[in-house]
């Protein structure tokens, strides 16, 4: 959905997108993933914004008390803690209608496909995605398998489910797993049809360049962009990080071609 | 319900119709059905026009972005993920005014009859029923039965009673699976009563005279026509296998004397 | 509640009421029940006013394409399939409002007493029994007891609780199993207070007097009625055998006096 | 909350209060509690005014059916029967509205305390409470610990904590079981605050001077009143046994002194 | 959120804030944690405004009969009791409308994070919130860590993270334990962010000197307050006690220099 009405539009640049992901505080809790600077999200949104990234993504509560308007908000408007072992579910915690009012462009939501839950989520989805139309916002759709059927979730015929499952219900934009290899990923990118794939950024790389190929991989694989956190705000200098994923995604840089420090 | 009021009229001509279903990228993921031709919704939809279907069924999110206005459209509005592995159940994830706003002229809901969540799917069916006769759109259920009971899903005994169940909640047309024989299919039509019945295509048939004959068998037992996925779009020749179909189901024509390539 | 004000006054001739069913399609399937002919709802619905019953018990899809008008409709809004064999539940698929748009002078409700899920059937008929009144349709519940508690579904003690949780609840009229002797289904009556019982019909009986004698016997015990349907229908001469069952009910004709066929 | 704003003022002479209750037909079933005489309806609401008792607790249907005016109305809201076997669950059948309608002064809701339910009936009596107080009637908590933790349902601890969570949950007045005797009452009706307590009869005492002693441990212990039910009318003069407790309550005779039948 | 438009204002003093929490009558139950004198919440409401406490936590029932309106007031719209032994939840048992009414400034709300109804809680929190923030009422999550994926709910990390899922639920102030120390309370405050960190008192401490160290260690860390019930009202001198508690929050009193009785 290109063009005019892409509600994608206010996350893109020249038809590409790097987005800030900063829900970890809610997934994974500060401890796991926090250090004493990037635990405190006034660090995050001006990152955002001095970095360049053409959105960024939060929970409501961080949302309302630090976004500064000048990146362009995704409101994930579910999500669960790693505390809970059940089945894979997360609940809608914020209303489409707040996430506008404050400040949101599109919304996130988490789908466990393949979890017990699945159809609870396909279900709240569906009418967050409605509502999200009706007022003009994206809705993205975080999809992540799970369950007993899932035995590998980054293989190729589990991450083009995800893919695909994001098309068949409604969904803007999806952020996917990466596959590992852009050929594989390029399958995902084409079950995902005119849905814009993001790659999931995940846990930090070993190295840059380990980071940076998958970047690569994922832009030659036809993918929109990719949504990071980790990789960029645990980096020890997140602005070159980020530098350097927008030459590879805007520039084409190739990563052979990289200098990392 | 013939007639000037029957909601399935425009899927109907000659009282026939032919179906194709396209919702398997949800149900069964890209992987397991597509190839690199349909998996993009695209090719299906042209597809669809140009060989004379007579419905088109989509999921909201396929509907949304690539739908063309040219073959009456059935928006699916629940389904599940293959990866989901508990107690069949499928919820809602597309309202009725939404499929509306996309140009359906019908709903299409799965039922798993027999499964420990039938109630849940009996309640949201029956209001989604309520609601398609509200705004002037057929209901069609999807009724494929499931669950400790159910043994053979293609006996005439759980065959006829997906049809019965679809008259008893009051569905516009019954989408069932093929008993394998016309005179047992007859009694499945039968127990449907004034409710149209469509043979589920299912999986690609070993060869195309087998698909016909269950064709033929089906349209010989008084069903008002299939809803065929797969024997068409992975069929090599879509264009000539629809033909042959409609020549069966539309022009009596006789299984033996068909030609196929 | 007799007089002007009652609910049933359309369903009874003489204070007494002889009611078909033939939600049975649903409850347990056209293999199970039906033969070729009452597979037909049209023969039913024919039969009723031919046969000249005071009620017609229907699910909302069978009354949408049959009902005549010709009999006092009642409309089931509940129901489940003998193929799912979890903790008996079911629930709503028919709206009250959607009941009276289809003729229903009554809505009939399934209570599995006993059941796990007892406490969401008392809350659905609540509010269905309430929606029901404000539009002046009666609420007659069909309370059948299910569960580990219950041994033994005929007997005096179970029966007539079946029967006073219709009166405690709010019901009209209740549908209950005979318990095999006027004596011991008096109590039951007697517990249901003012809500009239009808004896619940049940599968075929061996002989002709075997059924006409429960119908006696439930006459005698000062049920209103019986709610009727294999023991009709799958008669060979349905006209018949609902003309010996008017005798007993509205003419006090002795079972020992019955010449049948 | 004493004075000209107590809900409860209905129920009270001179602070006291005497009332009937007569659910057991669906907690119990009429086989457990009734005999021919008591299981008439007519005949307990004629008892209540005959006896002069201040209030009487119903079903919704009972209520509809029988109620006449005389005694003022509370209409128990949920209920469960002894049938279902499950974790203690008792589920709103009954809106506020309609217990208006039919005339009542409170609604009475039944509350698990400690089963894995409580929480849908902390919430559901939490949303009729607020209900009750929007149309001027009285909540009246009925609340019976059960489940795991329990062990003895009729412990000064155990029952205190349902006096307690009565009046934390905003319940106007609380019938719990007596402990036994009247020091220990005592707690449980200071735990209860400004919450009313009655004392709940249960089932038929070995002697009228046991339930008396009752009676008038729980008035001492500073009860408002009992809620009693089968040792009134399971006795074979419910007028005198009443005579009786009314002298016990309102004119503080002493259980030594009593003369019984 | 400091300023003017901090919805906690009304709890705070110079920034600081003491509330008096006594909700502990529906948690525990009267015999686990009270005496005759402090059982009666009238008691508790007139230590409130004498001991000079900045709010006053109670549920609706309470907060109903006896709040005097001289301290601001929370009112806890869940809970549950300690004798129901599954899987933690809480669930909302009064509206915020109600809360309002009754003179609420602020709503409390439990979440038992990492509990399997988690999501369950995260919804409900996430409406309450919003409801909250539309009539002005500051939103106040109880944060307390359960299930199988919580060995010590003491930890950093597991405090930590009931801070930061505060902060990304929108909640305006968080209720956790103490960690032990004030440098890792340190950062469970830091992972707040702008959500201001109350300490929850918890049981009564050995001494007065250990519960005071630790209200000494929370404000070092950065708390705003603490929130207190039994270490004062067990307390043989509560207005002492509170005394000293504030000598310790707003004087900046070192725990070594206090005398205790």
């Known amino acids: 959905m290109t063009g005019k009405n892409d ?6 640049r020249e038809g590409k997108s790097l987005i800030l992901a ?3 505080g809610l997934e994974h809790g500060p401890s796991s993933d926090f ?3 990037n635990v405190d999200p006034a660090f995050i949104v001006e990152l ?3 970095a360049g990234f053409n959105g960024l993504a939060l929970q409501k509560g961080v949302a309302e008390r630090y976004y500064d308007g000048k990146v362009p908000l995704i409101v994930k408007v579910n999500g669960k803690s790693s505390l809970s072992k059940g089945e894979p579910n997360a609940k809608q915690n914020c209303s489409v209608e707040y996430a506008v009012s404050l400040g949101a462009r599109a919304i996130g939501y988490t789908i466990y496909l393949g979890s017990l839950f699945e159809g609870d989520m396909f279900r709240e989805f569906g009418a967050i995605q409605e509502q999200a139309r009706e007022r003009g916002l994206a809705a993205i759709a975080w999809v992540y398998p799970r369950g007993a059927a899932v035995q590998n979730d ?4 589990v991450v083009s489910y995800a893919a695909r499952a994001a098309l068949e219900l409604g969904a803007d934009a999806a952020k996917i797993k990466y596959t590992g ?9 084409r079950a995902a049809g005119k849905v814009r794939v993001f790659m999931s950024g995940g846990p930090k790389a070993a190295t840059d360049e380990a980071f940076l190929a998958q970047v690569r991989g994922a832009a030659d694989a036809g993918a929109t962009g990719i949504a990071v956190g980790r990789n960029v705000w645990q980096h020890q200098d997140p602005l070159s990080m980020a530098e350097l994923m ?3 995604l805007f520039e084409n840089l190739q ?3 990289i200098k990392t420090t």
Do not use: C, G, I
């Open 7 to 12: 509600l994608m539009s206010p996350f893109l």
């Open 22 to 24: 900063y829900d970890q």
């Open 35 to 37: 250090d004493n600077r």
């Open 48 to 50: 955002a914004s001095r």
């Open 154 to 157: 980054t293989s190729k015929e």
């Open 181 to 189: 290899d852009s050929q594989s990923f390029a399958w995902a990118v």
């Open 246 to 248: 927008k030459k590879v």
């Open 255 to 257: 990563v052979a071609s």
